[in-house]
């Protein structure tokens, strides 16, 4: 049970449960067979466990440098050889079970895990560690259009949605670390911008992928957008607000990056409540 417990602590589970939960609903928004959306949400499950293994697996050293004990590999809960297998399995049925769902969502899917390892890998600590968020969220909602049959790629207001998302979630979940990656010699673009232009910029982003899904579905008209649309507008737009006030009032903390990630769970359901539109638009 220590080392189940070890594994899951390093998959980093709040952001795999939240990506999980948006493919889930991707799934439904796309009108997917039950069947697709269960498989879609496994599959998206899998790729995530592994980019986050692989990111704690790859940064054990760093963490030990500034002594991250809440890392169990970094803590020696688990070894490294035991990590790297287990993120290379979770990697393998990712692929498996996108193949299921068709050429295109494997190939899809492929590209997103590939750009989050590359992050993983190095892009992290370089000016461009935003560009795998952008392509790995931009591709979100197609993995779930892709499953469908016949399979499409999103619309490109959800793809924008996407990596406005994606964005927001980069830019705050450093902010915490700033100082201990700074000293391991990791330097992306929020430690190049700084702890409140990022969160003015995440916020923003929020803002921006909250229209998105709320007029996209509607080909633009404010007219058509359902009532239940706008209330969750207002919520995530709401959480936006909370999110800036709280990174001018308080020091950078993982409060930010839940917040975003709370403004995620609510676009996921605006979409929802537009009806199944990623394949309507």
Partial sequence: MIVVRALWGSTHPGPTLVVTTLALALG??????????????VAVFAGQVSVGISNDALDVRRDRTVSRTDKPIARGDISERTAWGVAFTALGIALLLSALLGVGMLAAHALALASAWAYNAGLKATGASILPFLVSFGLLPSLATLSAVPPSLAPSWATFAGAALGAAVHLTN????????????????????????????????????????LLGPANGNITA???????????????????????????????LFRLVMLAALLLAAQLVASGAALVSS
């Fill in 28 to 41: 439904v928004a796309s009108g997917l067979a039950p069947w697709r959306v269960l498989v879609l949400a």
């Fill in 174 to 213: 450093v902010l915490p670390d700033l100082d201990d990656d700074q000293r391991t010699g990791v330097r992306g673009l929020p430690h190049r911008l700084g702890s409140r232009l990022s969160t003015v910029l995440a916020v923003a982003a929020v803002f921006v992928g909250a229209v998105a899904v």
């Fill in 225 to 255: 957008v359902p009532t239940a649309s706008w209330l969750l507008f207002a919520a995530a737009v709401a959480v936006a607000v909370v999110t800036l006030l709280q990174a001018f009032r308080r020091a950078p903390s993982r409060t």
